[in-house]
């Protein structure tokens, strides 16, 4: 019974390149949270996505950031143009239903050159 | 808006001491809090949920208690083993709402 699985676990991206960051919820989950770690920092909620749709993206920087999470395959948040700032750990999480309890996946380490 | 607060930021203590992690958030109307463990580089491991009726959690060495009229919680650490070396978030769930508001973490080092 695999948690939610993310990958890569770490990627470096040299600015103004593009991340694609990728995520598996729990088998059964359709519900999925990105959230931002950045260092020193607590999590940071960026958006919340059912399948196929967009619930909540008002923690989302409104350029360069969009997420996705399609019918089939993972969730995917993409971030353009990459710039230094944006060098932070990403969190997934995934749950049941809008109010069930989240589980949190590995994140990705996102280092900006 | 919620803000959650964790004191001390750091602690480090020789194995086998007692301790107490606090947690303080400024909104009592929450559905729950959770603490949760990070370890470096690796994601976030569940120890203790408590609803909002709840008092406190336990969980083997592990008790987590909850104040919402002052919006304080505790972790209490027994016995403190330097595999207990982590940080430990604070994590509160308002009312009717589905994020979680996070507090910075006590990055905890328990040494031999």
């Known amino acids: 019974n695999a948690g939610v699985m993310q990958n890569p676990r770490h990627l470096v991206r040299r600015r103004g390149q593009e991340a694609r960051l990728r995520c598996s919820p729990v088998k059964g989950h359709s519900h999925v949270y990105w959230y931002r770690q950045l260092p020193e920092e607590g999590l940071k909620f960026m958006v919340y996505l059912q399948k196929e749709n967009i619930i909540d993206e008002s923690g989302m920087p409104k350029e360069r950031f969009s997420a996705e999470f399609p019918k089939e395959g993972p969730s995917i948040l993409r971030i353009q143009q990459v710039v230094r700032g944006d060098s932070a750990a990403y969190f997934c999480?995934?749950?049941?239903?809008?109010?069930?309890?989240?589980?949190f996946g590995p994140g990705t380490r996102l280092t900006v050159l | 808006k919620q803000e959650v607060t964790q004191i001390p930021a750091a602690l480090s203590v020789p194995e086998g001491e007692n301790l107490v992690l606090n947690c303080s958030f400024t909104?009592?109307?929450?559905?729950?809090l959770q603490w949760f463990r990070q370890d470096p580089g690796k994601g976030l491991t569940s120890l203790l949920l408590?609803?909002?009726?709840?008092r406190e959690q336990t969980s083997g060495r592990l008790n987590a208690s909850l104040d919402k009229s002052s919006g304080r919680s505790t972790l209490y650490i027994a016995a403190s083993q330097p595999g207990d070396s982590a940080t430990y978030l604070c994590a509160v769930r308002q009312g009717g709402s589905y994020i979680p508001t996070f507090g910075r973490g006590t990055s905890l080092i328990v040494h031999p």
């Open positions: 408590i609803q909002s009726s709840q």
């Open positions: 999480a995934s749950s049941l239903g809008r109010g069930n309890e989240q589980f």
């Open positions: 909104d009592s109307a929450i559905y729950n």
